[in-house]
């Protein structure tokens, strides 16, 4: 900071004291405010640990740790909006979080992006701020998940193979001599 910043942010400062804001409480505030990160921990904990299956909470830890924590972690929870969800949606489906870790002799984890993984880091973001509304880490209404569009997802077009057709027609000719 220069000479010349110091002095004008010295001044702004003399003025609010003047005008009876305490700008040490203010910065004390603002510090202690909650990040993604924490509440990325703090949804697995409290809420995941006793509302999903381990599975469940082993694949939110994932989609945590390797896309949203690097790229929306540091932000406020308060301070997070829609363009910085979208931001996150567009950075997984691009693949700008993927990699290829070695986590062990003879094991990696090969890290991908796409519009499957995309729409699942969306709604686990979704739940996870609706939950902060909860807790009163941001005001009622204010999900910044709300009205970001999800991708398309494809359909599969699946058919039965010979084994499992020959269970229905069982189960068929079970069903129709009752």
Not at 21 to 49: G, M, Q
């Amino acid at each position: 900071m220069t000479a010349d910043k110091a002095r004008q942010e010295a001044i702004r400062l003399l003025g609010a004291i003047a005008n009876g804001e305490d700008p040490a409480t203010i910065r004390d505030s603002l510090k202690n405010r909650p990040t993604v990160t924490a509440l990325c921990h703090r949804f697995l904990e409290e809420y995941a640990a006793e509302h999903k299956k381990p599975l469940s909470q082993y694949n939110d830890t994932a989609n945590f740790n390797n896309h949203i924590i690097p790229l929306i972690g540091r932000l406020y929870v308060a301070d997070v909006t829609r363009a910085d969800i979208d931001r996150v949606k567009r950075a997984v489906n691009e693949g700008k979080t993927a990699k290829d870790v070695k986590i062990g002799p003879r094991r990696r984890s090969i890290v991908t992006g796409g519009p499957g993984v995309a729409n699942k880091c969306l709604a686990l973001l979704s739940k996870m701020f609706n939950m902060a509304e909860q807790w009163g880490l941001r005001p009622d209404g204010s999900n910044p998940c709300r009205h970001v569009k999800k991708y398309r997802s494809k359909a599969h077009e699946r058919f039965l193979s010979e084994a499992e057709l020959g269970r229905l027609s069982d189960v068929l000719a079970e069903v129709e001599r009752d």
